[in-house]
Nanobody
Framework: VQLQASGGGLVQAGGSLRLSCAAS????????MGWFRQVPGKERECVAA????????YYSDPVKGRFTISRDNAKNTVHLQMNTLKPEDTAVYYC???????????????WGQGTLVTVSS
């Protein structure tokens, strides 16, 4: 599966952005989908993940209550709605696909190219 992330940009603190990830290939609904972020010098971290069909979700503590992950299996897309953004949310955001549930980068088999989110104070 190939993944294409989009929707990043510059936003002021308190604002919102919606990231999208379009997947090509078959059996999108079989994949667990995750959103990760990375800043220079730090490890890539999972901020949200969603199960393949059951819709189970995971959110990291820093984004819980502010970010929402969703997927549309009919359109092969996954979204990350980010509200009440903070400067510490500044990072390159990646979407990723996995065949099994997990929140570690090593759990994921396919990666998008990343989209930069910059939150100004």
């Amino acid at each position: 599966v190939q993944l294409q992330a989009s929707g990043g940009g510059l936003v002021q603190a308190g604002g919102s952005l919606r990231l999208s990830c379009a997947a090509s290939g078959r059996a999108f609904s079989s994949y667990v989908m995750g959103w990760f972020r990375q800043v220079p010098g730090k490890e890539r971290e999972c901020v949200a993940a969603i199960g393949n069909r059951s819709g189970v979700t995971y959110y990291s503590d820093p984004v819980k209550g502010r970010f929402t992950i969703s997927r549309d299996n009919a359109k092969n897309t996954v979204h990350l709605q980010m509200n009440t953004l903070k400067p510490e949310d500044t990072a390159v955001y990646y979407c990723a696909a996995a065949l099994r549930w997990g929140t570690r980068p090593s759990n994921y088999d396919y990666w998008g190219q990343g989209t930069l989110v910059t939150v100004s104070s």
